[in-house]
């Protein structure tokens, strides 16, 4: 069974800093591209940031300069570094790939607010 397990999401002020960590399972996991996608309530999904298998790296653009994807192929695990975190960053984090269809695991809730 693919799984993925988000977490590391809370309360922080507005200019503060979270680590999501997103732990895989059930796949080869270094031979896969992840990505981290977040929803707000009452918004349709969008894609924060892409790490592929090789270790290149997208990010959108209300994140760029403040976010940092990366990866531990030895722990199975993605992480999502945020810093200067916003209001407008609040939303359910998930991570996800792509292994025949779509697979993305439980969120981790991040709340920017003072």
């Known amino acids: 069974d693919v799984q993925l397990q988000a977490s590391g999401g809370g309360l922080v002020q507005p200019g503060g800093s979270l680590r999501l960590s997103c732990l895989a399972s059930?796949?080869?996991?270094?031979?896969?591209?992840m990505s981290w996608v977040r929803q707000a309530p009452g918004k349709g999904s969008e894609r924060v940031s892409r790490i592929n298998s090789g270790g290149r790296t997208y990010y959108a653009g209300s994140v760029k300069g403040r976010f940092t994807i990366s990866r531990d192929n030895a722990k199975n695990t993605l992480y999502l570094q945020m810093n200067n975190l916003k209001p407008e960053d609040s939303a359910v984090y998930y991570c996800?790939?792509?292994?025949?269809?779509?697979?993305r695991g439980q969120g981790t809730l991040v709340t920017v607010s003072s």
């Open positions: 059930g796949f080869t996991f270094g031979n896969y591209d």
């Open positions: 996800e790939t792509e292994i025949e269809t779509t697979v």
